[in-house]
């Protein structure tokens, strides 16, 4: 098991951690990873951090800093967010097989940095959200603020792969022969 909370979002280049988790999985291990979500909803909601509105705040401090009205202040070290997409790509170039993937948290809802609910009405909120997104409701699955990961590495090659416990099971309910993978009518390893 290779375990990696919290580490993907400070990395510059997590494809090539990635790859690295794949290396060190034993066949059949598997692999939890979290990353921050870009399409995150309490970004979405404020203007302040909504990336679609990213090209006019530049532009608006690039003009408050030529007018010397906001003075430039060195660029704090932060987390990188990631889209859900790119990360399930890392994981499919590094021959990992997602099998489940989910964004948990919706976070402290605010209106231009500035907290707009109470605590106890912002959990309320969050539990509730999280339940809808664990029902897959659509946008709210896709709009926590952590992506969770869980993928596992193959235990063998496909031509070398042996029945699953699945077809195991079934040939002998069935008292059928389970040699090279020749089940009749139960399911069978893609080719």
């Not at 992506?147 to 090659?157: D, F, H, I, R």
């Not at 077809?167 to 080719?191: H, M, R, T, W």
Request: proline share 7%; with cysteine.
């Amino acid at each position: 098991l290779v375990v990696a909370l919290g580490v993907i979002p400070w990395l510059e280049r997590p494809e090539m951690a990635i790859r690295e988790m794949a290396r060190v999985s034993m066949p059949g291990g598997h692999v939890l990873l979290t990353a921050d979500n870009r399409k995150r909803l309490i970004y979405l909601l404020d203007p302040a951090m909504n990336p679609a509105l990213a090209p006019l705040r530049r532009r608006l401090k690039g003009m408050l800093e030529w007018m010397r009205i906001l003075h430039q202040s060195p660029k704090p070290t932060m987390a990188i967010f990631h889209d859900r997409r790119f990360i399930d790509e890392a994981l499919a170039s590094a021959e990992l097989i997602k099998i489940k993937g989910m964004t948990l948290g919706f976070g402290t809802f605010t209106f231009l940095h500035r907290k707009i609910l109470p605590e106890r009405l912002g959990i309320a909120l969050n539990h509730q959200l999280q339940s809808l997104a664990n029902r897959n409701v659509p946008f709210l699955r896709s709009t926590g603020l952590t992506y969770l990961v869980l993928a596992t590495k193959p235990a063998l090659p496909h031509s070398e792969q042996s029945l699953s416990a699945e077809q195991l099971i079934y040939c002998a309910a069935k008292g059928q022969s389970f040699e090279n993978g020749d089940v009749d009518g139960g399911p069978v390893l893609p080719e």
